[in-house]
């Protein structure tokens, strides 16, 4: 099983950023996936989520309305669309994987599959 993501880079506030989530090793149609993201000091925090059984999606309050979560399914990858970002938004991001549909709670151990993660710093 492997999960990689790339895309994270520095970026200026009120710029944008798209994530991207490859992975292999397991059936990507059963999983959902998630982005998760940890800033210095703090805890690890679900930022969205997309279930690839019926294309559903959830946010996180502070990221809903400026980033967008889509799938490709045929190359098994998850992107992340990051825009308006603020320097708050600045962390490691994650890309993990659950069997079944998205956790609305991003319950953190039930997740399967994590990916090495990409760092996304905004400069103010």
């Known amino acids: 099983v492997q999960i990689v993501e790339s895309g994270g880079g520095l970026v200026q506030a009120g710029g944008s950023l798209r994530l991207s989530c490859t992975a292999s090793?397991?059936?990507?149609?059963?999983?959902?996936m998630a982005w998760f993201r940890q800033a210095p000091g703090k805890e690890r925090e679900g930022v969205s989520c997309f279930s690839s059984s019926d294309s559903s999606t959830y946010y996180a309050d502070s990221v809903n309305g400026r980033f967008t979560i889509s799938s490709d399914i045929a190359k098994k990858t998850v992107y992340l669309e990051m825009s308006s970002l603020n320097p708050e938004d600045t962390a490691v991001y994650y890309c993990a994987a659950e069997v079944g549909p998205c956790d609305s709670d991003f319950e953190l151990l039930g997740y399967d599959y994590w990916g090495q993660g990409t760092q996304v710093t905004v400069s103010s």
């Open positions: 090793g397991f059936t990507f149609d059963d999983y959902s």
